[in-house]
């Protein structure tokens, strides 16, 4: 018979977490090494109880970190399973009602990225001895449906230890999607408070080691017979590499691909750092958001071989990316939900790695006159990257403020090469993918399955703390646009309490820069997306002055964190590159405050995103861009490869 130990579902809980271990051929790591947590009424008594015991009698063992947002935990979590390339992520524990509602954003996050998260909201009295309860959403047609309802569908797994009992097949199917290549993301476990404080006898079995093999399924010998005669045939093949290489680890396997085929490659935003930026095979991002080199590629490309990616909308282009009328889509993925999208006849669902080993033997290599255009594209397009990263002359407005393609050029000239940049939403992810010139694999972070304003700085404490943990000091280096600042900034005081050292770039326009463009595109005149007085008279927001009392800078030093500004003028690039310096070269973090013109763009790359517009308006503006939009709509394919 076995053994037993008398415990709370809390305290249970957390030993069980601290004794899960991933194993990916000869890595093995903990799989929850920390917990982050914001304490109330629904968890104190549970898991901030077991948390503080364990805090005393073993600080090791599940260590606990403070966070100032719900939302930001989640993020920092999922920066960190990236790091980690999936092997690992942090556990995020809540209160009650608008504190596990705060997580909601974050759950979504994880779960379109693909990235494991372990979300621990607490839940109201599974009694029900004292309803409604503080902070319950109450509900006359179903009186057991509360806030943790909402995350069934924003994770892929989901349950609720209704009774002591039911913690540990919950816990372990919990773990078992946690660490699934296929199925993995959110992953919510919702904790009633009175049952995480209830005791109960618990098999010592329960609490030992216990390791998650991650599955790296070698494709099937059929459909990687078929898969090989399709890329040997094709005249004009191009690879989109997706987040599933990097997570797979198969930038190598793809690196030796590609050198003995000849074949280009065009990266989605998760896919950024599977090749260096120089390799002469890498054209750069592919789809609405890529360089002219990566889509001119793609629309000749008579088979289209997709490895770890969603296909979203942005590397499609809204499905315009693929223009051969006879394109054919090879989706290597280790999720067949992903293998099979595009109608494609040619899936291969397996692991990214084991697939390109595999398809090495026996490749063709593409034609001389293929090969010629693939380096005539990429040196066209690194040279426009070139002009538009470099400082230009001063802008005709005179404001003295550079564009945002001369800033990132100015980071990365004082970046190192092993440095991680991190990106989430607005105008930057789009310049970002066409220009950030990645030299590591690890060395590009741009969340855009979600695309959360607000992630960056959350996301970069994250990725620092993923980097810690596996001893990494390359720097973290966040860009942030003041819309996405405003979003989300409390983290910069977690940043100060734990002495983690970040690199934040906030960008101000004055302004939503990205939808302000796009208001333009689609014929609403920026309507909304200005940074200015209410005009009462007008009620908008259009013509009142700039609302220039707010002082981002002054809200960042109150945080406490170091913060360099950056004037406006003739030198404002060349003194953002020395502040740069000077940030990595400090021991905690560092802001640097710079304005920008957002209306100096970046390199157009040729592609084309499908936002809906009017069909009829009484604006001359509006019906331009809809002829126009019209006209780009004649491209789209339903791409059935």
Known sequence: M??????????????????????????RERAIPAVLGIFGHGNVAGLGQALQQYNASQPDLLPYHQARNEQAMVHQAVGFARVHRRRATLACAASVGPGAANMLTGAALATANRLP???????????????????????PHDLGLQVTDAFRPLSRFFDRVQRPEQLYSIALAAMRVLTDPAETGAVTIALPEDVQAEALDVPVEFLADREWHLRRPVPEPGALARAAAAIRGAARPFLVAGGGVIYSGAEDALREFVEATGIPVGTSQAGGGALNWDHPQ????????????????????????GIGTRYSDFTTASRTAFQHPGVRFVNINVAAFDAYKHGTQLPVVADARETLRALREGAATVSDDYAATIAREKRHWDALADAALAPSAPAPSG???????????????????????????????????????????????????????????????????????????????????????????????????????IVVVLIQNQGYASIGHLSETVGSERFGTRYRYLDRDARNFESGELLTTVDLAANARSYGIDVIEIAPGPKAVAELGEAVKAAKAAVTSTLIHIESDPFRYGPDGEGWWDVPVAQVSESASTEQARAEYVEQRKHQRPLLG
């Open 399 to 501: 404001s003295g403020r550079p564009g945002q393609a001369e800033i990132i050029g100015a980071v990365q000239s004082a970046s190192d090469p092993r440095d991680v940049v991190v990106q989430a939403a607005g105008s930057l992810p789009g310049d970002l993918h066409k220009l950030w010139r990645v030299r590591d694999v690890l060395g590009y972070h741009v969340e855009y399955a979600f695309s959360t304003m607000g992630y960056e700085i959350a996301g970069g404490l994250g990725v620092k703390r993923g980097l810690q943990a596996l001893d990494d000091d390359r720097d973290v280096i966040v860009l942030v646009g003041d819309g996405s600042y405003l979003m989300l900034h409390s983290e910069l005081a977690t940043a100060v309490a734990e002495r983690l050292k």
């Open 117 to 139: 998260a372990l979300l621990l909201p607490s839940d109201t009295f599974a009694t029900r001895v004292a309803d409604p309860v503080l902070q319950q959403l109450e509900l």
């Open 2 to 27: 076995s053994s037993t130990r008398r415990m709370t579902v809390g305290q249970a809980l957390v030993e069980f977490l601290a004794h899960q271990w991933t194993v990916d051929g000869d890595v």
């Open 282 to 305: 890498y054209l750069g991002g592919v789809g609405a958001t890529g360089t002219t080199a990566a889509n001119r590629l793609a629309a000749d490309a008579d088979v289209v071989i």
